[in-house]
């Protein structure tokens, strides 16, 4: 068999579940969440040891720091495992429900009923924990799932994998809702994409160029998630209280997350009575300022320290540092800040500080980003902030789902039609 | 200029343009709606002599008459695309609601705003009033259009073209709002589709054969609708009468639309007591039955007229007939119909017969279509008699919209978040 039809066999595979999962009650969904989380309880030894042959590799393999600390299983991680799938047990069961029931002028009763998308690919790196975060979302929005993580997890992936197929058999479910895949060979992701016909929508969790990679070759439907490039605008009546907290929390909290701000506009009536300030508070944690002429000017004449200040590039204005860095720029008003943003921003989160309703408002509307913020730190843009209950991404198009995605996200809608032998005039 | 640099400017335009129409006021748009109503009902004889140009070129091409029947435009034809564009200023503005808003723990408030999805491409057919509609459609959503209809109609579109100029104008609107592509280059399709950065969804409205096309080469997503083979089920415990006037409807009300039964499900309980009756009624309308042996067997039993009655083949399973043709199928039951249903529907419509509740509640749920029907007609399944108030297309797809699109499925939601001053811990 070549891996292309081993593909098309684990998606008709898929698919097949998939129907049984869709109508499985909510019961059964979360007993298989319990028993898997059981199942991971009583191998805790075992997934370790798998864990530590991948670990071994990636030492062999000199990989960098940072993924072998994302690969790394502890005990620490097992129960923060173990507390996720309880967590996806007790989220409500989004599948089923019917929205907007209303009877026509024809007599029939029209409305919406809530179902899973079918079957979702989730490519991932090597994180052994999105393999069960993953798994969970999906059993618990209907959908079966094929799963391709990064090759260096692979001895832990097929451990729990094991676990997985485990907790579905104990709760009546077929073991194709999840499968995991354990081919290291990367073509396998180029078929997974070209699936159309048993596949759904594919789920890249990664870096950028993984996601558009994807992108570029897929056949199927991608929710993706690119940089985020997020701005804080200061408007002429911001509150100077509030600015200083908000931007320290935005830029400083963590640097290496996509909700992070990147990019900071001032309004030219606060310049000097603000920035001065803003800029002392994020020189106290060592943010580089990359600055347009006339904010640079007004941050050397107050006599902020040189080492920290540069001119920005264009290349700047652009840019997702992920870094103690922050653009900066000065604007007339709102209208520029709204337009600027519309520019060079990603898309991602957005946020304005200001006491002016109107501005808010405007500032609300017009700004094309998956997340708009008035006096709040762009930070909180995530599923669990906004309430989802869990995260299974976030994207940055308009199409299907827009920014933090939850189990919604994971759904789609169908008609109902309820008549008593009703026939169209 | 080339083609492609052509479009590519067209689609700066059209960004630039949806920014403004985003922000517009519903008054505004609504405005835009008459004042192009009024442009059309001024150059009515503008209109028709320039459609005339185009039914002249066409008998000279020798079009298929059912062609040149879609590309004439009359007065009776001018006046429902007038009706039209005032019911669509007649329904409410989808753009810049605020839903769920609800306070999280942390402090700030979460919620979701409807917003345009930005720019849409629509590639139709030579039906001029295709151009109104779409353009009416795409306005009041706040989406800039990019129009490419058939060829055949170019005289005509390139004069509707001037009346939505025109009305734009008058409203204060950007006139890149509307874009309708003069260009009669088939290449010109193949340079919208290749445009993520500019357009954000193509809807094609036409054949099978155009919409597989543009989804095979479109790097932006689609919208699609594909064939609708649709199934009636008659469950064991479905009333007589109710089954009748139901299967006589949704198969011989008209033949050439895609929501009309195309293929028969009976419980074998009631074959005997329903299908003769059944067939009776269909051979009133000269509708062939193509079955399979068993429900062939029972009608010709039963003495019903032999050149209606034809053995099926494999291929009558999947086939859209859009003629007075229907496959006939004994099943088991409620499980056999579904699972049928799940392999040989495209997804479109499907309705059972019955009056189990336990049997509609099943098919509801299990049945995986756009739209699903408890004893009433698929015929149905349209956007008007849904309430949606007007109908872009019909999505057969899962991704984002489902089943009949309004105003609606051509938007998305922004998160917005109401602070003050918070951060996060």
């Known amino acids: 068999m070549t891996l292309a039809q081993h593909i098309a066999t684990l998606g008709q595979q898929a698919r097949a579940a998939s129907r049984v999962l869709a109508a499985a009650a909510c019961a059964q969904k979360n007993a298989a969440l319990h028993a898997i989380a059981q199942a991971i309880q009583n191998q805790r030894a075992a997934l370790l040891a798998a864990n530590a042959q991948d670990l071994q590799r990636a030492r062999e393999q000199q990989l960098a720091p940072a993924m072998v600390d994302r690969l790394t299983l502890t005990e620490k991680g097992i129960d923060a495992i173990l507390t996720s799938l309880a967590q996806v047990a007790e989220l409500p069961d989004p599948i089923g429900a019917m929205d907007d029931l209303r009877t026509r002028p024809s007599g029939i009763t029209v409305g919406k009923m809530r179902v899973p998308l079918g079957v979702v690919g989730i490519i991932y790196e090597a994180r052994p924990n999105v393999t069960i975060d993953a798994a969970a979302l999906c059993l618990k929005s209907g959908n079966a799932a094929i799963l391709r993580g990064g090759k260096e997890a692979l001895a832990s992936n097929v451990a729990l994998a094991g676990c997985i197929a485990q907790g579905l058999q104990q709760a009546g479910l077929p073991a194709h809702c999840v499968q995991v895949l354990d081919t290291p060979d990367r073509a396998a992701v180029d078929a997974i994409v070209s699936l159309p016909e048993w596949i759904d929508v594919i789920i890249p969790r990664g870096g950028k160029s993984l996601i558009e990679r994807i992108t570029a070759s897929a056949r199927v439907p991608v929710i993706k998630h690119l940089d985020g490039n997020c701005h804080v605008y200061v ?123 109107t501005h808010a408002m405007r500032f609300l509307r017009e700004v094309d980003s998956s997340s708009v913020m008035v006096n709040a730190s762009t930070r909180f843009a995530d599923g669990f902030e906004y309430g989802l209950g869990a995260e299974i991404g976030i994207s940055t198009d308009k199409f299907h789902a827009r920014g933090p995605v939850g189990l919604h996200g994971l759904t789609s809608q169908k008609w109902v039609v309820l008549g008593d032998g009703h026939v169209r005039a």
Chains 1, 2 share one sequence.
């Open 235 to 357: 408007d002429a009546s911001a509150d100077a209280q509030k600015t200083l907290a908000v931007i320290e929390n935005a830029k400083t909290q963590r640097y290496g997350t996509c909700n992070t701000a990147e990019s900071l506009l001032i309004a030219r009536p606060v310049l000097a009575a603000l920035l001065p300030e803003i800029a002392r508070t994020l020189a106290r944690h060592e943010v580089e300022m990359r600055c347009c002429p006339e904010s640079l000017a007004a941050l050397q004449a107050a006599g902020l320290p040189a080492p920290l200040l540069r001119a920005a590039t264009d290349e700047d204005w652009d840019a997702e540092f992920l870094a103690p860095v922050i653009s900066v720029r000065v604007v007339d008003g709102l209208e520029e800040a709204i337009a600027w943003i519309n520019t060079h921003s990603s898309g991602h989160t957005e946020a304005i500080l200001t006491e002016n309703h």
